[in-house]
């Protein structure tokens, strides 16, 4: 234990250090390499399996760099090679290659062996890999007699070759002594090792003779076996027989394979009929981007061969007679091969480094460590240096710490040898770039000033500008690591000379870099589009402005390309001058000024107009028009499938034709519809029309200028094309099943202008896949065939053909298709579950058999659902939901999300394919462990008097465990201030607290979680109510539901807003919105909507506006930096509801969707709102469950949770109230109350006399409709601002405002309100406040107050 503890402390430190590890990359300059000493490096070598020709000289190649320059040695078979006593040896200057000649005699074989070479200078040793030397031989075929070769027709046959083993291996093949290849096909064909199989034997095998031949590449020699003679003994009657296998031998066999080889597989059958080979991998399927099949079908090639591929094979035989399988089991074996090769390390004295080596392979490598080519442990010590394993760490490196390591990693199949040297320097800094240099930048552009330098130590870098300050970084300066300093905005303050100084203990390097920072090259005049007249002089402004220490060009292209000046164009200082305007000179001219670091364009387009007419002062001020159409269409040319078309334009109106639109009508598929053929240049009136067959054309054409279409031209002579064979293919051909015993085969029918002839039909033929039976063919005129009597899904190849009375189409390429799907048999075995928490649980299950799925595999689905919960009395859901896992692995798994906490669960497992689901598995039940529980169902704040809050809750829906009690967590926040925090906690019984005020004018945030064992769980907020006194009480982004009467006295009266009620037919889409508003200071209210809510089917709610304050915090809603959408509330009735929600976007700067998703077809409709809440929605569905969310318009991704609710019922058989006689009674009741008090109200008011009445007169509406966005209507009135007749008015005679307002009611602050929000006690007349004491009238009450005062 404690060596373990050791190990892990010193894997740490060696993390710690490699952190700290500074490696020096060396730059590519000339001069810092001819003075950086360095150990050697291996540049070229030889590969290792080394196969010469005996006919040449041997070069043996080892090449090393290093400074000092490397000297070099070999070792041959493990021991020293000395090169010089040895005359036909010699070794290349300044290189380490052998060249071995024999042009003094000498055998090549006697330098076969292993040979290694080693590079060495003062600072280590580099060695290549080993070297194996073998000359390549091609050895005589071995002589003998052979006998002739006799076989009965129908048996087997194998003709062994056995070439002779050469090196490398020989090529062979199989000619007649007549030098005439042997033809191979599915019967008779070579095998991997040479040897020819016959499956069976036929009479015509006979005339020839066979003879093995081996082909040595190196030194190019093709030597031949003596021929076999074959005679073979016939019969009237051959007797078939059922496949054996002339190779592999047995049932099963086994083949090793390395890693990235090639795998060949061989499988070749005796049978008659000749069998059929196939391959398939069992447990999986074939690698198909690597296979390939060759030697018809009998060898199956797999490359680059992966771990992934080691299986077992399967290969059959079959005929009709039956079949036969072998089985190959494939081991995927791997020589070494790299993970992380080492790399050189270069590093300044007192640095740390490490060189790791790692490599994989099968099995797993050894990994041994060399320094200068002698085994690490017996290298001499250095203490900088501690192996760990694959990793050398090196930490405090000294001058005499460079060597080269190496890095052997091998196991049975093979090894790997990398060298990477450690180099231990020190170097003065230097400053690499050019010296002095001048910059010159464009202002206000980003600037780079490099300063590359070099060093060891890695010197510091600082930045200086006119050699003062300390150094330039931060601000609009950044410094980089590399030297590189970035002007961010360059200005003319940033001019100077900027001084980098590089430094280390060793010294330091310094250069200067001048910047000057210039205008910008602008053109500040640019030309303008024209038109000119053929003839005319034409004229293009260019005014440029650049920095005047600047040499700057101005150059003029036309499309793009140079404009040759001469005698006829002329350019001057800020202008271009076209005279005599052509043709020609039509087209985009483009201004460039260009300095050395800098350019800008400007580009305006010419255009030429036709000549002046005989009045050319008049011509050339009319506009261009549309063209004329062309006339005198003629056909002309006549061919199977085209015809030529010639035209005369007509009159172009000063606008040139730019193309010309043929059009064709034909009447037979879609006569009297003109349809759009091809365009052409506008310079051409005679073309070719490309034509399909069995049409009868007319066609006409139709001119375009700039301005636009011409009218169409007279239609041309009719022209009739002869009618072909199809010439496309059907498309969209598959097939699929319907039922478990049958196929359809669908395509989509030809286009009318395809099928080229009479009588189109459609020649269809399919087969199983895979086999050799003959195809099946239907001819039909439809579009679907429908193939019967099918095995359950199985594979099918089909191709189509389109055929007419003229002859067949193409065939189309063949397309896989399968039968229909049947109810799968087999069920998943062993579920069961791992890792259960309280939302999810890993399940683990035994896959089915692929056949036993009876079908395209879909998916493993998963059916669970709630079946208790551990909460006592809980009301829940026990609905029945699925999951899907797409696994083929072999011991498949999936992750169960979402899962209810504290519940029982049950849940059983089937599989699907695309039409079924099989028999179940067996069923689990498990428990989730207890969670946090969610917010509580609600959170009212009710006012109890003026110095107490109380506050109501209940508990969460979903408690997800044991409630043991509830949080509340509040603080005071005024303004911009908040309070302490202060926390209550209570028992789970208790759902109500009264919070004591020390001060009236403060406001709270409080903050409610349930409890569990578990912690707290989701957060419901709230905030305090304002208080009457507060100013701000009207400026309103929130909602806050007051449900007690004893608060009204607390608020001025203020009429709450009006919900907007919004249509969600499904008719409507686009939503269209309907608004009831409700105007203050009058009580008339103007209402669009065609549904009205019953005001006793919703509960009554006070609704007022208050402040939000947006420096409270709230952990669990707040986003930080953003907008939030919270607290999303329904009240809900049988077709509409309203919806009210909470946000801290500013008044007026975001539009609201309202997204609905109708639980039974997920349906989703979305309203947008452009009004604040609350929003009435109308024309939803009577019990019907809805899933809701609102998002902001501009940012999608601020959005709300989704609240779920469902309408009532309806009811329809509810009796109408109207034509109840207790309701007409009390209606009559209170009409004659209401005239009675009319009456006694005008006579009061004719007794008085004091003062004049005057009658208004009703006022007509506005002229102008004023239109909403939604497409309805409101009209307005001047009778709404003014009072009601009858009112008082002054003794000006002025009108003045209703002694009756809502206004005034709503400003009195001894008005109560009852707990259904209506008022009590009698209202106040409100006194002009200009009237004086003298006039002191007994104003009657109005008839609209007497009504309120019935209230």
Known sequence: ??????????????????????????????????????????????????????????????????????????????????????????????????????????????????????????????????????????????????????????????????????????????????????????????????????????????????????????????QQKNPFTLKVLTSRKVAESTPTFLTPSGSESSKMVLRDQQLLLECIAAGLPTPAIKWFKKGGDLPAQKVKFENYNKTMKIVAVSEEDTGEYVCMATNHLGSIRHSIFVQVKAAPYWLDKPTNLVLAPEANGRLVCRANGNPKPSIRWLVNGIPINSSLPDPSRQLMGDTIIFRSVQMGSSAVYQCNASNQHGYLLANAFVSVIDMRPRILGPKNQLIKVIENNRTFLDCPFFGSPIPDLRWFKNGQGSGLDGGHYRAYVNGSLEIQRARAQDEGTYTCVASSILGMAENQVRLEVKEPSRIVGAPEHQSAIRGSTARFDCKVKFDPSLAATVTWTKDDKPIHLGWRLRKDEESLTVPNVNEGDEGTYTCTVETEIDRDSASARLTVLEEASLNPSLSSALPPDLPDPPMDLELSDPAARSVRLTWIPGNDHRSPVTEFLVQFVEDRWEPGRWQDLATYPGDLNSVILQLAP???????????????????????????????????????????????????????????????????????????????????NVT??????????????????????????????????????????????GAPTELRLSKVDSTKANVHWKPVKQESVRGEFKEYRLHYWREASHVPALVFSKENKTKGFYTTVAEPSGILSDLVPFSRYKMFMVVANNGYQGPPSNTVEFSTKEGVPDAPSFFRIKRRGLDSIHLEWDKPLEPNGLLIGYQLKYQTANGSREGRPRVETFLPNVTEFTLRLPDRSSRYNFYLSALTQVGAGEVFAEESPFFGNEENFTDATGLVELTDASLASAFTLTPPPTPTTISTS??????????????????????????????????????????????????????????????????????????????????????????????????????????????????????????????????????????????????????????????????????????????????????????????????????????????????????????????????????????????????????????????????????????????????????????????
């Not at 579009?783 to 190849?797: D, F, G, L, P, S």
């Open 1 to 222: 234990m404690m060596r373990r503890g050791s190990h892990w402390a010193l894997a740490f430190m060696s993390l710690l250090l490699w952190r700290q590890s500074a490696t020096i990359e060396v730059p590519n300059d000339p001069k810092i390499l001819a003075d950086l000493k360095q150990p050697p490096t291996i540049t070229k070598q030889s590969v290792k399996d080394y196969i010469v020709d005996p006919r040449d000289n041997i070069i043996i190649e080892c090449e090393a760099k290093g400074n000092p320059v490397p000297t070099f040695s070999w070792r041959r078979n493990g021991k020293f090679f000395n090169t010089v006593k040895d005359l036909r040896v010699t070794m290349r200057k300044r290189s380490g290659t052998l060249e071995i000649g024999f042009r003094n005699g000498g055998r090549p074989e006697d330098y076969e062996g292993e040979y290694q070479c080693f590079a060495t200078n003062d600072h280590g040793v580099a060695m290549s890999n080993k070297i194996l030397l073998r000359v390549s031989k091609a050895p005589l075929w071995p002589k003998e007699v052979l006998e002739p070769v006799v076989v009965s027709e129908g048996s087997s046959l194998v003709l062994p070759c056995n070439p002779p083993p050469g090196l490398p291996p020989p090529f062979t093949f199989w000619m007649s002594s007549m030098m005439i290849p042997i033809r191979q096909d599915k019967r008779v064909s070579m095998g991997l090792n040479g040897d020819m199989y016959f499956s069976n034997v036929v009479a015509q095998d006979a005339q020839n003779d066979y003879s093995c031949n081996a082909r040595f590449l190196f030194t190019h020699t093709i």
């Open 694 to 776: 069995f049409v009868n054309y007319q066609f006409r054409v139709i001119a375009i200028n700039q301005v636009g279409r011409s009218a169409a031209s007279r239609p041309s002579p009719q022209y009739q094309t002869s009618s072909a064979a199809p010439d496309v293919i059907p498309r969209g051909l598959r097939g699929w099943g319907s039922q478990k015993d049958n196929m359809e085969i669908t395509w989509e029918p030809l286009l009318d202008l395809e099928k080229n002839g009479p009588n189109l039909h459609y020649a269809v033929w399919w087969r199983r896949k895979d086999s050799d039976a003959e195809w099946s």
């Open 780 to 825: 039909t005129t439809g579009t679907k065939h429908v193939v019967h009597n099918t095995q359950t899904y199985v594979a099918y190849e089909m191709k189509i053909q389109a055929r007419n009375d003229l002859g067949a189409g193409p065939e189309s390429n063949v397309v896989i298709g399968h039968s229909g799907e049947d109810r799968p048999t």
């Open 1066 to 1351: 499904p008719s409507t889409l686009p939503m269209s919105t309907t608004i009831e508003a409700t105007t203050p200071t009058t009580t008339s209210t103007t209402a669009t909507t065609s549904i009205e809510a019953d005001p006793t089917t919703l509960p009554s709610v006070l609704v007022i506006n208050k402040n939000i304050d947006k420096n409270v915090l709230d952990t669990h809603y707040a986003v930080a930096h953003g907008r939030e959408i919270w607290n999303v509330t329904v009240e809900h009735n049988s077709n509409y509801a309203n919806v009210s929600w909470r946000h801290n976007f500013p008044a007026g700067s975001s539009e609201f969707v309202l997204e609905f998703t109708l639980d039974r077809d997920k349906t989703m409709k979305t309203v947008p709102v452009s009004q604040q809440p609350p929003i009435t929605v109308a024309d939803l569905m009577a019990g019907a469950k809805y899933h809701l969310r609102v998002y902001s318009h501009e940012l999608s991704n601020v959005t709300s949770k989704s609240v779920t609710f469902e309408t009532k019922q309806a009811y329809i058989d509810q009796v109408d109230i109207a034509t109840q006689g207790w309701f007409i009674g009390l209606m009559c009741a209170i009409a004659l109350i209401i005239l009675i008090l009319l009456i006694v109200c005008f006579i009061k008011r004719s007794r008085g006399g004091k003062y004049p009445v005057r009658d208004k007169k009703d006022l007509p509406l506005d002229s102008v409709d004023h239109k909403d966005p939604d497409g309805s209507f409101e009209y307005h009135s001047d009778e709404d601002n003014k009072p009601l007749q009858g009112s008082q008015t002054s003794l000006e005679g002025n009108v003045k405002e209703s002694d009756d307002s809502l206004v005034d009611y709503g400003e009195g602050g001894d008005g109560q309100f009852n707990e259904d929000g209506s008022f009590i006690g009698q209202y106040t007349v409100k006194k002009d406040k200009d009237e004086t004491e003298g006039n002191e009238s007994s104003e009657a009450t109005s008839p609209v107050n007497a009504i309120y005062s019935l209230a």
